[in-house]
């Protein structure tokens, strides 16, 4: 599926009221949590930018559950600015493939073609119970 398309639908189920689906939600917060540790989206200007990494999380959702993958049809800044899309999308998707949460066939290692979720990624999305016992235990610590 096109890049622009998953990041569509990802935008409607997270914040449109008729679309909102919690499991989704849920497991969008929980791949945001994955990628802000291994430093893909960046901890800075969370307050302005948030809702942008939360949307990059939720594509990343929504292309697993699609098994084609994402299809990356431009790098081109101006094809992202004509979709309303940031710019931002092309480094986390490059230092998603980087990180091999992505998996692309690109001698470069950069997201261009086809991108498929990681089997890393996948099982987390997966199981999102796993993460929630693991920030649960931490709190019981407390």
Not at 28 to 54: C, D, F, Q, W, Y
Not at 64 to 79: V, W
Not at 105 to 128: C, R, T, Y
């Amino acid at each position: 599926m096109k890049l622009f398309d998953i990041i569509r639908e990802a935008e409607d189920r997270l914040w449109e009221e008729d679309t909102f689906d919690l499991d989704f939600y849920e497991k969008t917060e929980n791949v945001l949590a994955i990628i802000r540790a291994m430093g893909i989206v960046p901890h800075k200007r969370n307050s302005e930018h948030g809702h942008l990494h939360m949307l990059f999380a939720g594509t990343l959702v929504v292309a697993n559950e699609y098994e084609n993958g994402i299809d990356i049809t431009t790098r081109q800044y101006e094809k992202f600015h004509d979709a309303n899309v940031s710019t931002m999308f092309i480094r986390w998707l490059d230092n998603a493939c980087d990180e091999y949460v992505l998996e692309t066939k690109s001698a470069k290692n950069i997201a261009e073609g086809n991108l498929k979720v990681s089997e890393f990624l996948d099982w987390h999305i997966d199981n999102p119970w796993f993460n929630n016992a693991i920030v649960e235990s931490k709190q019981e610590l407390h």
